[in-house]
């Protein structure tokens, strides 16, 4: 963007007009993407520009029986005034078109009426950053306000209307504003007053920094969100507080994701998808409709943990890989849960299995009639029939004091396996750690001669 920052490059007539019976002044916007037919729109106009071109017109013979149109209170903070002189004289003038606003660069205003009747206020919105090349950045005039595109895309500088008297909008969004950029493929953000340690917006510039990176997380296009997994993932915003139970604790949360077998990352690439929907998201909660664009970001991920906002039951392999953040903005995570697989040739499929600890510090070892069956993280027994060559287990590793043990201890097991009329009955030893990769692996030999 190249704005014009020069006033002897505004020149009347060739891309600056004046009505001086209305008023008014207008910027000529290029017929043909060339600046000497008029002003690139997207460039736009430097405001101490335009005050500086005034200034040396307004030493003329041409324009000093007029007005002048405006007033600069600061150029560093974007301070400017039309319609009001530095003598604090009322005039009516103002820009003439919208058009010619959204042209104004690295400044905010007021509009006066020739009675001193403050008719409009704008700020200047200047996006600072890194986003994506072409994508559009939206912003908010309140809490509860529609998403509005900027005028230009990439990262605009862009005076925003916040004030209107009766005749020019009728409303008062000054306490509040909110930018956005939500780009598929890409990491969103998103900044408002309170994060630029601002109360209100005013006729100046504010500076908003805002930062996307391409998001190597998301995992699926918007094509696929109509299908399996997606098609079942589903977030209910809900008006009051629902606890749920994370490791040994209740905590409450209003936001709760639906999953059927969903992993953290495809849970994710769901929530950005709706979160770029013009549309309401909230699947079946009682606190109303929830527009997706301008809703608040529901998870992140910080390296490989997802953060969420809303509570899901996480797959195993991911259990300890989610960060939930309750509503009272504390930070919850299940206890660790080891993972792993118990793996078994071919002669041993229907038969049975049960894992034993090696040893205990009780003394309830293997070998004996006491000898203690390990339990998965959700308390059930690690036994059952062998239903294929490949049967996924867990542990609380961080809280199992089975036997004895203190928690967050590696313990020595004993995999006992057998298929009566298949395969030869065995034990395999293994160790569970503090890791989703443990394996333990049972080779049996056939039984030809089994006598039933």
Known sequence: MTMIIDPDDLIVGTNLTFDTGARTFDFVASADGLTTNGLIAKDGVDMNALWCKFVDLWATATYKPYPYPMNKIDNRSGQYLFGRDPGGNYSGWKPGTDATRQMLRNGGWREYSAAGVLNREYFGAVLQGAVPAGSQCYFQRSAAGAAINYTFTDLPNEAVQVYGDASNGNFDNRA?????????????????????????????????????????????????????????????????????????????????????????????????????QATDINTGGTA???????????????????????????????????????????????????????????????????????????????????????????????????????????????????????????????????????????????????????????????DPSYLV
């Not at 991911?318 to 206890?335: A, Y």
């Open 176 to 276: 509040y504003f909110k930018s956005f950029n939500r780009t598929q493929g890409y990491t969103f953000d998103d900044v408002s007053l309170a994060d630029i340690n601002e109360t209100a917006t005013g006729p100046f510039k504010l500076p908003f920094g805002i930062n996307c990176a391409a998001d190597t997380n998301i995992k699926a296009g918007d094509g696929s969100m109509g299908g399996a997994p997606y098609s079942g993932i589903t977030i209910e915003y809900d008006s009051a507080n629902t606890n749920v139970t994370i490791g040994g604790g209740s905590y409450p949360f209003k936001k709760h994701i639906t999953h059927a077998g969903a992993t953290r990352f495809e849970i994710y690439t769901k929530m950005q998808y709706l979160l770029r």
């Open 288 to 446: 109303g409709a929830v527009t997706g664009k301008t809703a608040d970001l529901i998870c992140w991920f910080v390296g490989p943990t997802l953060y969420s906002r809303a509570f899901f039951t996480p797959l195993p392999e991911d259990l300890n890989d989610v960060v939930f953040i309750d509503d009272n903005g504390v930070e919850r995570q299940f206890p660790y849960a080891s993972a792993g697989t118990m793996g078994f040739n071919a002669p041993l499929i229907g038969g049975y299995y049960t894992l034993y600890y090696a040893t205990t510090p009780a003394g309830d070892d293997f070998g004996e009639g006491t000898a203690v069956v390990v339990k998965d993280k959700d308390g059930n027994d690690i036994t059952g029939t062998i239903s294929g060559a490949s049967i996924p287990f867990t542990f609380d590793y961080s809280n199992n004091t089975q036997g004895g043990y203190a928690g967050s201890t590696n313990r020595n097991v004993k995999l006992v396996w057998g298929n009566p009329g298949s395969a030869k009955p065995g034990v395999s030893d293994g160790t569970i750690t503090q890791s989703k990769g443990i394996s333990i692996s049972a080779v049996a030999e056939t």
